[in-house]
């Protein structure tokens, strides 16, 4: 069983600190849930783990199994199995989204990214693979012959994602406002998928300001952020109170 052990973790944004001091630690098999106040630094927590170059840590560590990830390359934390769903996925103007799903696996889940003679599946192999995902998480088929993020909808992003999460099997998957802009049966569908990919072999962070979500996939924990900071952890009724008192019933600020 993989950990993930986030340790007093400082992160500075176009030179101010936003992190400043956060302690978290993941298992495979967990889900948590983090919610906090807009500007909290939720967003910045997760690109630091992923290694964005804009967000810089200046103190503590990421731990992968006991080892600190924070000086290697995004695509080598990818390939140590990190996985992130932005807030504001990219498009990608003319690359399909079947092509990129590919790509992403053969650089994810292959040995050399850079051998490109040396791909683990071909296009047929992967068609295989990608029809599998798609009917465990119910996408139909030709939702993936679209280009990536070009012309889809708030919804439509959100269900590649999880079907990028499918494809890459990851061990931890940091998933920020995935919930955002969905109607009540697009949740449902992405919750469902969720999931469906759920399990022994994945631990989730799932960021979001509402509770909703999490009525559909149980957290194990759920952790209040503000100002850079884990201020408390609870379970499930910890967002029944933050519902019924908001933030400011619960942080001592
Ligand atoms: N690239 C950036 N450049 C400048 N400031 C940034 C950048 N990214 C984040 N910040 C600042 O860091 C703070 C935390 O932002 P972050 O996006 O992490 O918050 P959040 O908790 O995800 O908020 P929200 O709930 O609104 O998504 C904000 O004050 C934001 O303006
Ligand atoms: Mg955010």
Sequence with gaps: ?????????HVEVEGKEIIKGLNLTIKQGEIHAIMGPN??????LSYAVMGHPRYKITKGSILF???DIKDIPPDQRAKKGLFLAFQYPVVIPGLNLANFLRHAYNAVKGKDI???????????????????KMKLL????????????EGFSGGEKKKAEILQLAILEPKFAFLDETDSGLDIDSL???????????????????????????KYIRPNYVHIMFDGKIVKTGDYSLTEELEEKGYDGIISR
Excluded: C, W
Excluded at 39 to 44: D, F, L, P, R, V
């Design 1 to 9: 069983m993989s950990i993930l052990e986030i340790k007093n973790l």
């Design 39 to 44: 500007g909290a630094g939720k967003s910045t």
């Design 65 to 67: 199994d006991g080892e």
């Design 114 to 132: 850079t051998n490109k003679g040396e791909e683990l599946v071909s296009v047929l192999q992967f068609q295989k693979i990608l029809k599998e």
């Design 138 to 149: 119910g996408i139909k088929e030709n939702f993936v012959e679209r280009n990536l993020n």
């Design 188 to 214: 449902k569908t992405v919750s469902n998928g969720i999931n469906k990919i759920a399990g022994p072999n994945l631990g989730i962070v799932i960021v979001t300001h509402y509770q909703r979500i999490l």
